[in-house]
């Protein structure tokens, strides 16, 4: 189900605006990321910093849902809600009840990213104006003040959607999205070889945007080093450590297995 579907899904089922308990069980809680989530994903460096704060402190600031029948959606607080679970916590969260429409709500969901501490990169904001254009429910200014990017663009992906007729909801990417409708077209071959040659490429503009921004500063500090990588990395850290394994030449394998034997 693509974002137009659930938006009028939960236009379909909504009754008005309504209010419920100040505190829900985290299971009583849906999301719907595909309309309320603009970012490309969750931030595990951030759940990390989060789940820290609640073991110290307890309940973060209230999550924003909303009240769709009897369901209860998240608007804002993915992160939150996140790092609660990752926490294992077990009782009722703190919540606010936005009181306006679905429409609405995909709006403030957006407006609400591009104002946080972790704003979302070019390419989320882009993914969520095209999101907003495939629902076709708000104006251009609406969208370009919710998603961050310029009128001029939201007006290149209206002119993309009416191009690409009834197969626009089939591309969930604004770069996927543009080609189509540039007449080109996304391969992906499946292609072993291929697919190593893009990862390795991608990984090396990584390594030269770290170099131009920390210089040899990583590389002469390990421990400092490791210490960032945790902390951003948060929870997949064991899965980073273990494609690293893979990059070691079987000398340094050795030589961290005996390192460790000795303690």
Request: glycine letters at 6%.
């Amino acid at each position: 189900m693509n974002a137009g579907d659930h938006l009028q899904e939960l236009m379909s089922q909504f009754i008005g605006p309504a209010q419920g308990p100040r505190e829900l069980r985290l299971q009583d809680i849906e999301t719907v990321p595909e309309l309320f989530q603009p970012r490309g994903g969750i931030s595990e460096r951030h759940v990390s910093d989060l789940i820290k704060a609640i073991k110290a402190v307890g309940p973060l600031d209230p999550v924003t849902v909303m009240m769709v029948g009897n369901r209860t959606i998240l608007i804002d607080g993915h992160h939150r809600i996140e790092a609660y679970r990752a926490a294992k916590w077990a009782t009722p969260v703190p919540v606010r009840y936005f009181e306006g429409t679905p429409e609405e709500a995909v709006l403030l969901a957006g407006e609400a990213n591009s104002k946080a501490k972790l704003p979302m990169d070019n390419t989320d904001r882009q993914n969520f104006a095209w999101r907003l254009v495939l629902i076709d429910r708000h104006s251009i200014a609406k969208v370009a003040r919710a998603s961050g990017i310029s009128a001029a663009q939201v007006t290149i992906m209206r002119r993309a959607k009416r191009t690409l007729g009834e197969q626009a909801g089939d591309h969930v990417s604004w770069f996927r999205a543009r080609l189509a409708a540039n007449g080109k077209e996304y391969v992906n071959s499946g292609d072993d070889d291929e697919r190593d040659q893009w990862m390795q490429q991608v990984a090396d503009r990584y390594a030269d945007e770290l170099t131009k921004k920390f210089s040899t500063k990583l590389a002469l500090n390990p421990e400092i080093a490791a210490m960032a990588l945790a902390s951003y990395f948060g929870r997949k850290l064991p899965e980073v450590y273990g494609f690293l394994r893979e990059h070691l030449g079987e000398d340094d394998r050795r030589a961290i297995e005996v390192e460790n034997d000795e303690f």
